[in-house]
DNA sequence: TGAATGATGCACT
DNA sequence: GTGCATCATTCAC
């Protein structure tokens, strides 16, 4: 279990950095369909990143899920990246050496960074492309979105808002957008110490 | 502490 | 063929 700390927020086919922005296509089709469905995409030939359909069937949108902060089921967590991870060919073909050397640094990772980015919340979940179209609101999903405890829910003045990571390809109007919504130092967010 | 870099697969043009 | 909604490592300061 864990409790989502950033997000990004991507909106229908007018918003350049979104998936969405071709219109439908095979890939993107889940963004135009039920809220609260699962959209994960590769990016870079590595990452997988999930995100979470927001709108009303027919109308493109999601929010990308780019960090959480894990509270139960640690172990588990490191255990799934350490899987994803050795799937990645430079892993694969390492040496025994290397490979070991690979899976103490991971033992060495502080349980607050297990997650801390967009492909790190995937691996930690062991969520892949196939997951896309799973009901993220079923009860009976192997992963789910619940909510916050109201007694536990955040003040406004707890949540940063500052423009979307990685996504200067979109051009200045839609780049410069405040769509990512963070936890105001929360040591689960991504990126470095600073920038939280 | 921060900038540069390499790894890697696939959707889209 | 091109360009990514990234991450970890390396190197310079």
């Known amino acids: 279990m864990a409790r989502i700390v950033e997000v990004e927020a991507y909106l229908g086919p007018e918003d350049l950095a979104s998936h969405a922005r071709f219109g439908r296509t095979a890939r993107n089709a889940v963004m135009f369909g039920l809220a609260g469905i699962a959209y994960v995409y590769l990016v ?5 990143c999930l995100n979470v359909v927001t709108e009303e069937d027919g109308v493109a949108g999601a929010v990308l899920i780019r960090a959480v902060e894990p509270l139960e089921g640690i172990e588990a967590m490191r255990r799934a990246r350490f899987v ?23 033992a060495g990772v502080p349980v607050t960074r297990l997650a801390s980015g967009p492909g790190l919340v995937a691996a930690a979940f062991g969520i892949d492309r196939t997951w896309t179209g799973t009901d993220l609101c079923d009860p009976a999903s192997p992963v789910r979105l619940e909510p ?9 003045d707890a949540v940063r808002i500052t423009t979307r990571i990685g996504v200067g390809y979109a051009g200045p109007d ?12 929360h040591p689960s ?8």
């Not at 892993?91 to 640094?105: G, T």
């Not at 916050?148 to 406004?156: F, H």
């Not at 839609?174 to 130092?185: E, I, Q």
């Not at 967010?189 to 939280?196: D, E, F, M």
């Open 174 to 185: 839609w780049a410069d957008r405040p769509l990512r919504f963070v936890r105001r130092s």
């Open 84 to 106: 994803v991870e050795g799937r990645r060919r430079a892993i694969r073909e390492a040496s025994d050496e290397a490979r070991a050397a690979a899976a103490q640094r991971l």
């Open 148 to 156: 916050v405890p109201a007694a536990d829910a955040l003040a406004d």
């Open 44 to 48: 870079y030939g590595m990452y997988d």
């Open 189 to 196: 967010v991504s990126g470095p110490a600073a920038a939280r």
